[in-house]
């Protein structure tokens, strides 16, 4: 029994061997191209890996050169910098010069630099998030200008359940609070107070919002002078 068990296994064995002889004969040009191809695919894809590495750390340098131009009030050739990286820079890169751009130009000109974020908010190639926060920084540039009613329009959108309504309530709050609406100004706080996702620091604001709101309108009265009493008679 062993030995017909041994005979059957050896049978086995040839006959497989005899099939992938065969396969091989068959197919051996497609098996060695597509093994070149797969050695081919990893080298290159090592190599555009280290493009790309060599290419951001390049962006890198630049990127914080440009800051740097900007910190030392040289404008003009920063303007230069975050323009090249917003060309030939990484796609990460190229988006990162493109806000900060709109923020170098929004210190000179805040309805400019409000135009570049509107350009990025309407970039349908970026996500929501960033969308967002362009539409945020544009709001945030403009609620000092001759109509903010815009601003404000924008502020309202944001502040209904976007990962920055914190912000954009806290701005609407304290533009209520200019205008002495203090009633449209609690109520912008009062949502603050009731998400539970508010940051602690805006919690520990808003303790000074609230008290402004629970002071109310202050009128100030113009304090009579007193008038001295008259000296008392000098008797001798």
Not at 54 to 60: M, Y
Not at 91 to 97: D, E, I, K, Q, T
């Amino acid at each position: 029994m062993a030995e017909n068990n041994e005979f059957i296994r050896e049978v086995d064995e040839d006959y497989r061997r005899d099939r992938i002889l065969q396969i091989w004969k068959r197919y051996s040009g497609v098996i060695i191209a597509l093994a070149v191809l797969l050695v081919v695919g990893v080298a290159g894809w090592r190599y555009w890996q280290n493009q790309q590495r060599v290419a951001a750390e390049a962006a890198s340098v630049q990127f914080d050169e440009a800051n740097r131009l900007a910190r030392d009030g040289k404008v003009a050739e920063a303007d230069k910098v975050f323009d090249a990286l917003e060309v030939q820079g990484p796609a990460g890169y190229r988006l990162l010069a493109r806000f900060r751009s709109a923020a170098e130009a929004g210190k000179r000109d805040a309805e400019a630099g409000a135009k570049e974020f509107d350009t990025l908010a309407g970039d349908t190639g970026l996500g929501d998030g960033l969308r967002d926060l362009a539409r945020l920084r544009a709001a945030l540039l403009r609620l000092d200008s001759a109509n903010p009613d815009p601003a404000l329009a924008n502020l309202q959108g944001l502040a209904a359940g976007t990962p920055f309504r914190h912000t954009a309530r806290e701005m609407l709050g304290l533009a209520a609070l200019k205008k002495g609406d203090f009633e449209e100004a609690g109520r912008w706080f009062d949502q603050l107070v009731a998400d539970p996702e508010t940051p602690r620091n805006l919690r520990e604001r808003i303790e000074v919002y609230a008290a402004l709101v629970a002071g109310g309108p202050v009128t100030v009265t113009e304090a009579k002078p007193e008038v001295a009493a008259p000296p008392p008679p000098i008797t001798r």
